[in-house]
């Protein structure tokens, strides 16, 4: 628990589910697909949560990855505004490793931001807004892997 939020795991959560389809009649016909399903714990100011050393050490890590992860929607965002082709890094960080896949390869990615309507949260639901504008921009055109 913080003073921002009793509830907080205080983690990130990645639920990877590989599903396959199989043709009994036609063994050329069987697919499969991934869906990852991903909670990202919200980035807090160590002056907003009370935080003692460990929920120090949490916090690091957690806006670490976050930023990794906007490292990688501000690369791909560029992209596709028609700015010079950027390098994405990809793997700063394992967060976005596991995620390559889902952010910039061949699949659909739906992405939810949540935010607080309360004002003592103004800033982190306008950072919050701002990378869910900036991963809008994206468009990942996912086809059938055909053989």
């Not at 639920?15 to 009649?25: A, I, N, S, W, Y």
Request: glycine share 4%; hydrophobic share 35%.
């Amino acid at each position: 628990a913080t003073k921002m939020n009793q509830s907080s795991s205080r983690s990130h959560c990645i639920l990877t589910l590989k599903l396959f389809q199989k043709d009994v009649e036609d063994a050329s016909k069987n697919t499969s697909s991934t869906l990852n399903l991903v909670d990202l714990a919200g980035s807090e100011r160590a002056k907003d949560i009370g935080a003692n050393a460990q929920l120090m050490k949490e916090s690091a890590s957690i806006n670490k990855s976050l930023a990794a992860l906007g490292n990688v929607i501000n690369a791909l965002s560029a992209m596709e505004t028609g700015q010079k082709k950027t390098f994405v890094p990809y793997r700063n960080s394992k967060l976005t490793r596991v995620l390559q896949e889902s952010l910039g390869g061949n699949s659909f990615c739906t992405m939810l931001a949540t935010i607080s309507p309360a004002s003592v949260n103004v800033e982190e639901t306008h950072s919050t807004l701002t990378f869910a504008k900036r991963a809008k921009v994206i468009r990942v055109k996912a086809t059938k892997n055909d053989e």
